[in-house]
């Protein structure tokens, strides 16, 4: 099973009261780090998380490669495969412009899409093109 991730505001807190929490790394974080101050805001216990949850970790975020450069040493993580995103977002209201290219990107597999923005109208994307695949497990 394949899993999205995205990083602001699920994996780097937004929003939460503050003082945001600083984490201090696990591992050595790499110096393309010290170009994301934020990046203490995010707890380095959590990739040992995502690897116990035996799925297969794809970035699904506008970090592009810099989740692999300095996000996934400071998880412990590999290198992750990255979500293409189109040149142009999809305006199509009200989905999110992630939809379609994760739905797209997952190629028939099975998925789950950790995000923050995720709305009402991508669930009911999302829950159609899970009915039309019923037949599988």
């Known amino acids: ?3 999205f991730l995205d990083v602001d505001g699920t994996l780097l807190p937004f929003g ?3 003082p945001y929490p600083s984490y201090e790394p696990r591992f050595t974080p790499p110096q393309a780090a010290a170009a994301h101050p934020l990046l203490s ?10 690897i116990a949850l035996g799925c297969e970790l794809v970035w699904a975020t506008t970090w592009l490669d810099d989740a692999n450069l300095c996000l996934a040493p400071w998880l412990g993580l590999p290198q ?3 979500v293409d995103w189109p ?3 999809d305006v199509s209201a009200p989905l999110h412009w992630k939809t379609r290219p994760l739905v797209d990107w997952a190629a028939g597999r099975e998925f789950v899409w950790v995000d923050d923005e995720i709305t009402d109208a991508d669930f009911a994307v999302l829950e159609a ?4 695949r019923r037949a599988r497990p």
Not at 41 to 50: H, T
Not at 129 to 132: D, F, L, N, S
Request: hydrophobic share 45%; charged share 30%; aromatic share 4%.
């Open 129 to 132: 093109w899970i009915r039309g």
């Open 16 to 18: 939460a009261a503050r």
């Open 80 to 82: 992750l495969p990255l």
């Open 1 to 3: 099973m394949l899993l």
């Open 41 to 50: 805001r995010v707890d380095p216990g959590l990739g040992p998380r995502l």
């Open 87 to 89: 040149d142009e977002e």
